[in-house]
């Protein structure tokens, strides 16, 4: 074998050899392309299922989903998108570039609000139409559920002197004594000054006075109180800014009720009332050295009907309360559930005192 013969043949065993290593790297590659072109179809058919997963969970959505490019694009994200779009701009509102809050059309309230995108925004939509009709619903079956806890309270209020009415006007027709005759007649003016005490309470509850009577000193007012409730003026103490004067038939009714409170849970109570005075607004602290308001009671204290009295009627806080209301001033319990009780009376001054606040023994 010549040299060229032998040089030939090598060439050609390398050329073989190569186009095997070629032939082996080709079966390689395209294996590996298989492979990868199996990957890619099962990523994209986790991405389409993801992708109709996040498209149901959008149509199912009870917002209203919108992105709204930064060149003016708007694509609405669901069907909830498209009827609230469509319902807006029939009423000639674009919810997309509505404020956010509260946007109402047509009957409807929807709630807008944005969220700040790469390329614009994405607009939630909320249509709060169902949810206010629910809520108007709910007020006005407080609103009937209130009516009849109160009807019921006056019926039964009422109920009870109606029925002593009516027993001494059974026995005044069979009685034939003056005397006798006399004291069921007298009876019966007492329930029906019961009954009509109860009325005026309740016309009171609901329409409180509209006209400011007398202003007086609170010192003068916390006097007359305690007169009115049999309260002795040694067992009240009065401290602070007592020569400003507020509306005086207001805090007098007020003033009357707590002191008549606190002798009925404490005969020998003694009573403390600190005033302060300032911008126009009065502060009065009535605080007694009595057992306090049970706490059980104090959620419902200021409610009509709600009374731990057995003649009580459960107005007469309740009646104060809305009075002061009325005149822009309120009344609070500051210790529920303590011994002493301290309730807080705010309302309007209408003369601020001029002089140093003094210390008023016995106001009476």
């Known amino acids: 074998?010549?040299?060229?013969?032998?040089?030939?043949?090598?060439?050609?065993?390398?050329?073989?050899?190569?186009?095997?290593?070629?032939?082996?790297?080709?079966?390689?590659?395209?294996?590996?392309?298989?492979?990868?072109?199996?990957?890619?179809?099962?990523?994209?058919?986790?991405?389409?299922?993801?992708?109709?997963?996040?498209?149901?969970?959008?149509?199912?959505m009870p917002l209203g989903l919108v992105v709204a490019k930064a060149d003016g694009t708007v694509v609405p994200?669901?069907?909830?998108?498209?009827?609230?779009?469509?319902?807006?701009?029939?009423?000639?509102?674009?919810?997309?570039?509505?404020?956010?809050?509260?946007?109402?059309?047509?009957?409807?309230?929807?709630?807008?609000?944005?969220?700040?995108?790469?390329?614009?925004?994405?607009?939630?939509?909320?249509?709060?139409?169902?949810?206010?009709?629910l809520e108007r619903?709910?007020?006005?079956?407080?609103?009937?559920?209130?009516?009849?806890?109160?009807a019921l309270g006056i019926a039964h209020e009422i109920k009870n002197p109606l029925n002593g009415v009516q027993g001494f006007a059974a026995l005044l027709e069979r009685a034939d004594d003056p005397a006798r005759m006399r004291r069921f007649a007298g009876k019966?003016?007492?329930?029906?000054?019961?009954?009509?005490?109860i009325v005026k309470s309740l016309l009171g509850f609901a329409r409180p006075e509209r006209?400011?009577?007398?202003?007086?000193?609170?010192?003068?007012?916390?006097a007359d109180a305690a007169h009115d409730s049999g309260l002795p003026a040694v067992r009240v103490h009065v401290t602070g800014a007592a020569?400003?004067?507020?509306?005086?038939?207001?805090?007098?009714?007020?003033?009357?009720?707590?002191?008549?409170?606190?002798?009925?849970?404490?005969?020998?109570?003694?009573?403390?009332?600190?005033?302060?005075?300032?911008?126009g607004r009065a502060e009065i602290l009535v605080r007694d050295d009595g057992p306090g308001v049970p706490r059980e009671l104090c959620a419902r204290l200021f409610e009509p009907f709600v009374s731990?009295?057995?003649?009580g009627t459960g107005l007469g806080l309740a009646l104060c309360v809305r009075v002061l209301a009325f005149l822009g001033g309120d009344l609070e319990l500051l210790n529920p559930g303590e011994p002493g009780a301290c309730f807080r009376v705010r309302m309007p001054v209408l003369a601020e005192p001029t002089s140093v606040?003094?210390?008023?023994?016995g106001a009476a």
Not at 188 to 197: A, H, K, L, Y
Not at 308 to 311: F, G, N
């Open 1 to 60: 074998m010549t040299v060229d013969d032998r040089l030939l043949h090598e060439g050609f065993a390398q050329f073989v050899a190569a186009a095997r290593d070629l032939e082996r790297s080709y079966g390689e590659l395209k294996a590996r392309a298989s492979a990868v072109d199996l990957e890619l179809r099962a990523t994209n058919q986790a991405l389409q299922q993801a992708v109709a997963e996040r498209d149901a969970m959008f149509a199912a």
């Open 77 to 133: 994200g669901n069907s909830e998108a498209t009827r609230l779009l469509a319902a807006a701009a029939t009423a000639g509102v674009d919810l997309v570039r509505h404020a956010d809050g509260e946007a109402e059309f047509a009957g409807m309230a929807v709630r807008v609000r944005r969220v700040p995108l790469a390329d614009g925004h994405l607009v939630l939509l909320e249509d709060r139409s169902h949810v206010q009709e």
């Open 137 to 150: 619903e709910v007020h006005r079956l407080d609103r009937l559920a209130g009516l009849s806890e109160l």
């Open 188 to 197: 019966i003016v007492q329930g029906v000054r019961q009954v009509d005490d």
């Open 211 to 222: 006209q400011r009577s007398r202003t007086a000193a609170v010192a003068d007012v916390v």
């Open 243 to 279: 020569d400003a004067r507020v509306d005086a038939e207001v805090l007098a009714r007020v003033l009357t009720n707590l002191f008549r409170n606190a002798m009925e849970a404490a005969p020998a109570v003694r009573i403390a009332v600190a005033v302060t005075a300032r911008g």
């Open 308 to 311: 731990t009295k057995e003649r």
């Open 357 to 361: 606040p003094v210390a008023v023994e």
